[in-house]
Structure formats: structure tokens, C-alpha cells
């Protein structure tokens, strides 16, 4: 459903960008592929790799309403990847959290609309899921943002859909480079936050694949979960340097001990299929039934019970320690 087609990714600069040009680059034969980001020297250094013909390079921030309208002009699929991630550094600047994940959010909607794109997702995480940090609460409101998007877009043709996953094996920031960067320095000790800390597990390849079948999915207002494994995190150091120790240094500000992508309190909302869930909408739609139980490629789910929950914690499949290193291999840790 790609070829031929222009597709624009935000913060395409960061892991799952330059995975999904990858991917995209390697599976179709897009019109145009736009890459939409803030930082110059990052772009720069992606032209060096990816410089085929349809490849575009637009310098600019989601929270400048006016340059995503005149980024997005002309293009058929939006993935909306950029914000600011950081849950520490959330806490501390909240308003500059609060700019780029919810107003940012905000604008590649209207940009969207007002340039007919055909379909928009959206990244969520799964700190959006019962949120007690900020980052959380700014990708709540963006998830609720991109889902009523889909009334807001009136007589428009744009389709607005959600993916939410958990942590990315080997992305910038996440644990695995930070462990592998300690041990690399020689550190005496792998800190631990909590021995009983877990979190769900996927790799870029299957977190960008996810995204390219939710376009042929997506109805428009739904929220996509991935079934993923969970990992322990005493296990994933264990696995990555079996001889340090371990230091347990204590939750960070806003973390969970576990993650939740399908709460219990939406159970009443969420529909299980085969390799992943959907949370529906928990509002109704002017221009499109609200059954939720089918999707756009016919596959059929069924509504979990009443007070489902899909946690971390509480998840029917784990990684081993041999399971761990060989995704941190797929990773190219």
C-alpha cells in the first residue's frame, strides 16, 4: 500500500525513524519518504546513508504548527514518532514536555487535515497506560488527542490510529546501551532500580513492522497492542555481564515498577486478536461504526473479560536469559 505513495515519519532521525526508512526503503517503492526533525547534524549524518531519489529532509519541530503544514503537503500516511521521552528529564521540565507530546501532537493533527493525508498513527507508549509520570500523562493526552481526531476531522478524508508498545530493545537512551556502555567503561557494578523490576520487550524491526500492518488495519480510533514478552531486569543484567554485581539503587523519579498496556479499567474496551489487542475508542464516531471486533483485513477478535489486565508483572511469557541475548544480538547490541 506504499508504493507510489508519500509518507511523512516525525522525529525520523531517532531509532524507530531511521528503522523505519530502512524498512520502508528495503519493502517498497515510495513516491516520496520525508523525514521530519529538529536536528540538523542528525539529518545530516542520515543523508550520508539514506540519499535515494525519494528521500526528503525537512528541518523543523512539531510545536511549529505552520512548518508541518507545508511538510505535510501532498503526503498520503503520517507516523507520528516524535517527543520527548525521558521520564526523568519530564519531571523536571514539564512544559517542555507538555509542548512537544501534547501541542505537537495537536499540530500534525491539523496538519494533517488540512492537507487530506489519508492516514495517520501515531507512537504511544506504555507509560500512557495508567500514567504516573509526566511523559505518561502528556502520551495519554496525545493517545486521547489522535483518537477524537477522528470526529475532528469532519468531511476530511484523514484516519487517525494508535500503536503502543513498550520498551525498544537497544534505542537511544533505554537500558540495554546503558548497561553496555558501564560494562564496556569497566564499572564494578551493574545498577539495579528494584530486583523485582519488569518491563514488556520488543525489538525496532518488530515495533516498525507492527506500524506498516496497523496502515492496513487501522479503521481509524483505535488503540494497537502488540503481544510482546516481558523481561526481568535483574535477568537482562545478569544475562549482558553474568560477573558484576548488582546494586540496587532505587526507583527513579516517575518510574513503575511494572508496565501496563491494556489497563484493567478499559477492559470493557479491549479486544483480543491473534498477535496483538485493540483498545476501542471510548467515544462514538459520526462517520463510522464503532465495532472494533473486525478489522480492515478481515481478521476477527474477541472482547477479553471483565477486569483484563496486560502487565508486565503479571505477563504469560518472559524471556529467558538465553532469549535476552539473543534479542540484544537482533538489536546489534
Not at 521521552?85 to 507530546?101: D, G, H, R
Not at 467515544?283 to 464503532?290: A, G, M, P
Request: charged fraction near 25%; include cysteine; proline fraction near 5%.
Amino acid at each position: 500500500m506504499f508504493n507510489g505513495k508519500s509518507i511523512l515519519v516525525t522525529g525520523g532521525t531517532g531509532s524507530f525513524g531511521r528503522k523505519f526508512v530502512r524498512n520502508i526503503l528495503a519493502q517498497y517503492q515510495p513516491r516520496r519518504l520525508v523525514v521530519f526533525s529538529r536536528d540538523e547534524l542528525k539529518q545530516f549524518e542520515m543523508q550520508q546513508e539514506f540519499d535515494q531519489s525519494c528521500m526528503r529532509y525537512f528541518i523543523g519541530d512539531v510545536r511549529d504548527a505552520e512548518r508541518l503544514i507545508q511538510a505535510t503537503r501532498g503526503v498520503d500516511f503520517i507516523v507520528h514518532a516524535a517527543a520527548l521521552k525521558q521520564v526523568p528529564a519530564a519531571e523536571y521540565n514539564p512544559t517542555e514536555c507538555i509542548k512537544t507530546n501534547i501541542h505537537g501532537a495537536e499540530n500534525v493533527i491539523r496538519a494533517a487535515i488540512e492537507n487530506e493525508v489519508e492516514k495517520v498513527i501515531a507512537l504511544s507508549t506504555d507509560k500512557a497506560a495508567n500514567p504516573i509520570n509526566l511523559y505518561g500523562a502528556t502520551k495519554l493526552a496525545s493517545d486521547k488527542l489522535f483518537v477524537a481526531a477522528n470526529n475532528m476531522a469532519g468531511g476530511h478524508r484523514t484516519t487517525f490510529s494508535v500503536v503502543r508498545y513498550g520498551n525498544v530493545v537497544g534505542s537511544r537512551g533505554s537500558v540495554v546501551p546503558f548497561f553496555k556502555r558501564l560494562i564496556a567503561n569497566g564499572n564494578d557494578h551493574l545498577p539495579i532500580t528494584h530486583p523485582d523490576m519488569t518491563r514488556f520487550w520488543i525489538t525496532l524491526d518488530d515495533g516498525v513492522d507492527f506500524v506498516l500492518k496497523n496502515f492496513q488495519r487501522m479503521k481509524g480510533g483505535e488503540i494497537f497492542v502488540p503481544k510482546i514478552p516481558s523481561v526481568r531486569i535483574v535477568e537482562l543484567a545478569t544475562s549482558m555481564a553474568p560477573e558484576l554485581p548488582q546494586r540496587i539503587v532505587g526507583i527513579r523519579p516517575g518510574e513503575k515498577l511494572h508496565e501496563v498496556m491494556c489497563p484493567a479499567d478499559d477492559s470493557h474496551l479491549t479486544i483480543e486478536f491473534d498477535d496483538h489487542y485493540v483498545l476501542g475508542p471510548t467515544i462514538t464516531f459520526n462517520r463510522q461504526d464503532n465495532d472494533f471486533t473486525t478489522n480492515l483485513l478481515d481478521e476477527r477478535g474477541v472482547r477479553v473479560p471483565q477486569g483484563f489486565e496486560y502487565n508486565s508483572g503479571t505477563n504469560i511469557r518472559f524471556l529467558n536469559m538465553g532469549e535476552i541475548a539473543e534479542f540484544n544480538r537482533i538489536a546489534g547490541i
